[in-house]
T-cell receptor, first 116, second 111 residues
Framework: GAGVSQSPSNKVTEKGKDVELRCDPI?????LYWYRQSLGQGLEFLIY????????KSGLPSDRFSAERTGGSVSTLTIQRTQQEDSAVYLC??????????????FGPGTRLTVL | KQEVTQIPAALSVPEGENLVLNCSFT??????LQWFRQDPGKGLTSLLL?????REQTSGRLNASLDKSSGRSTLYIAASQPGDSATYLC??????????FGQGTRLTINP
C-alpha cells in the first residue's frame, strides 16, 4: 500500500512569510508525528497526534509553530513569520498507535524548507 | 532528559566485512529501541525494532541487540555490501511515543 506522503517536497520562502507543510499518513494509522532534521540539531521531535488530538506538543520550538490534524488523517504543520533558523527538513511519520512497545513509525520523504 | 549517542560518527569499510554500530542512551526507561537507515535526500526506513523486554532482533544480515540496564544497543551488519551505504540512526521511544534520536553513523562500504 501507499506509504506516508508529504508535500511539497521542497519549499523556498522569504523571511517573514508563512508556510504550510502537509502530511498524508498511511491509511488507518491513528498516530502521526512531526520531526525536524537540521544540520546542527539532528532529528528533533515536534508534535504527536493520536487521532485529531495532540497530547504532546512539547517539541514545538516557538508559538510561531502550530499543527492540526483533521478527520484523523491529513495533518498540516504551519510556520508563521518564518526565520532563517527554521530552515530544515521536516519529516512526518505515522504508526498504527496500537501498542507503545511495538509501534513502528513509518516516515515520509520529508519537506526541505529553505528560508532566505 | 534522554540523550542518545552513536559511535562512530562515520565509518568506511571494504565490501564483505562484518561491522558493528554502537548506540547508547542515558535513561533506561524506554518502551523500545529502533534502528533506521537514511539515504541521502530520503526519509527514514525502519530496520529493526527491539521491545524493552527483548534482547535482540534479527532481519536478514542485520542483528540488533539491546542491553537496557546498561543503556546500550548494537547493530551488527554481516557481509557488508555497497548498497548498505547510508546513515544509520538509532532512536528510543519514551513517554507519549516520541522518538529520541542519536546523531547517526554515516556508513560507507567500498567496493
Amino acid at each position: 500500500g501507499a506509504g506516508v506522503s508529504q508535500s511539497p517536497s521542497n519549499k523556498v520562502t522569504e523571511k517573514g512569510k508563512d508556510v504550510e507543510l502537509r502530511c498524508d499518513p498511511i491509511s488507518g494509522h491513528t498516530a502521526l508525528y512531526w520531526y525536524r532534521q537540521s544540520l546542527g540539531q539532528g532529528l528533533e521531535f515536534l508534535i504527536y497526534f493520536q487521532g485529531n488530538s495532540a497530547p504532546d506538543k512539547s517539541g514545538l520550538p516557538s508559538d510561531r509553530f502550530s499543527a492540526e490534524r483533521t478527520g484523523g488523517s491529513v495533518s498540516t504543520l504551519t510556520i508563521q513569520r518564518t526565520q532563517q533558523e527554521d530552515s530544515a527538513v521536516y519529516l512526518c511519520a505515522s504508526s498504527s498507535g496500537t501498542g507503545i512497545f511495538t509501534d513502528t513509525q513509518y516516515f515520509g520523504p520529508g519537506t526541505r524548507l529553505t528560508v532566505l | 532528559k534522554q540523550e542518545v549517542t552513536q559511535i562512530p560518527a562515520a565509518l568506511s569499510v571494504p565490501e564483505g566485512e562484518n561491522l558493528v554500530l554502537n548506540c547508547s542512551f542515558t535513561d533506561s526507561a524506554i518502551y523500545n529501541l529502533q534502528w533506521f537507515r537514511q539515504d541521502p535526500g530520503k526519509g527514514l526506513t525502519s530496520l529493526l525494532l527491539i521491545q524493552s523486554s527483548q534482547r535482540e532482533q534479527t532481519s536478514g544480515r542485520l542483528n540488533a541487540s539491546l542491553d537496557k540496564s546498561s543503556g546500550r544497543s548494537t547493530l551488527y551488519i554481516a557481509a557488508s555490501q555497497p548498497g548498505d551505504s547510508a546513515t544509520y540512526l538509532c532512536a528510543v521511544t519514551q513517554g507519549a511515543q516520541k522518538l529520541v534520536f542519536g546523531q547517526g553513523t554515516r556508513l560507507t562500504i567500498n567496493p
